[in-house]
T-cell receptor, first 110, second 115 residues
């Protein structure tokens, strides 16, 4: 069964404490992996697209990487405003629609 | 602001009732997607319309229906509501360019509570 699993479910960090979020997938024919950020009471907001293993994308304190089985969202020296739920989604060859993980809720304490 | 507008923001109703959620996509976007987000299941794709035509169907119940009108706004109709239908319902839109990069533009959602 095609599946996207994110871990941990929740992560509490001190401001400035770097860490990584994980998104693992079991799909056949990956056509893209996508990271989104969702603030409370808001819709998800697009961050990155990764297409092939070894690819990396960066935006401010965030860096997304992709391997053949998982993606990591690295957050360096996070600030309280980075607190949000981070969602991962994949698109397969056989289905153009996105399959979403349940998300990681990130809390950065000042 | 994503440019996608959803109404109403909050809706409380009783079991067995019917509600309609409305979505206006970003200017120029032809595709509209509906998603359901509940606490224990994450984002579940319901249905996609492209320029008025149904393009793809996901896990949408038979009690639910949707349509996209000539002005490209879309409505999601939920009928015979059950307690389990309580969730956040998101609309998203995309352009032919943005969809290739996986970039969907989401509205702020409609929170439905069924009592």
């Amino acid at each position: 069964e095609d599946q996207v699993t994110q871990s941990p479910e929740a992560l509490r960090l001190q401001e400035g404490e770097s860490s990584s979020l994980n998104c693992s997938y079991t799909v056949s024919g990956l056509r893209g992996l996508f990271w989104y950020r969702q603030d409370p009471g808001k819709g998800p907001e697009f961050l990155f697209t990764l297409y092939s293993a070894g690819e990396e994308k960066e935006k401010e304190r965030l860096k997304a990487t992709l391997t053949k089985k998982e993606s990591f969202l690295h957050i360096t020296a996070p600030k309280p405003e980075d607190s949000a739920t981070y969602l991962c989604a994949v698109r397969m060859d056989s289905n153009y629609q996105l399959i979403w993980g349940a998300g990681t809720k990130l809390i950065i304490k000042p | 602001d994503s440019g996608v507008t959803q109404t109403p923001k909050h809706l409380i109703t009783a079991t067995g009732q019917r509600v309609t959620l409305r979505c206006s996509p970003r200017s120029g976007d032809l595709s509209v997607y509906w998603y359901q987000q509940s606490l224990d299941q994450g984002l579940q794709f319901l249905i996609q319309y492209y320029n008025g035509e149904e393009r793809a169907k996901g896990n949408i119940l038979e009690r639910f229906s949707a349509q996209q009108f000539p002005d490209l706004h879309s409505e999601l109709n939920l009928s015979s509501l059950e307690l389990g239908d309580s969730a956040l319902y998101f609309c998203a839109s995309s352009s032919p360019t943005s969809v290739n990069t996986g970039e969907l533009f989401f509205g702020e959602g409609s929170r439905l509570t069924v009592l």
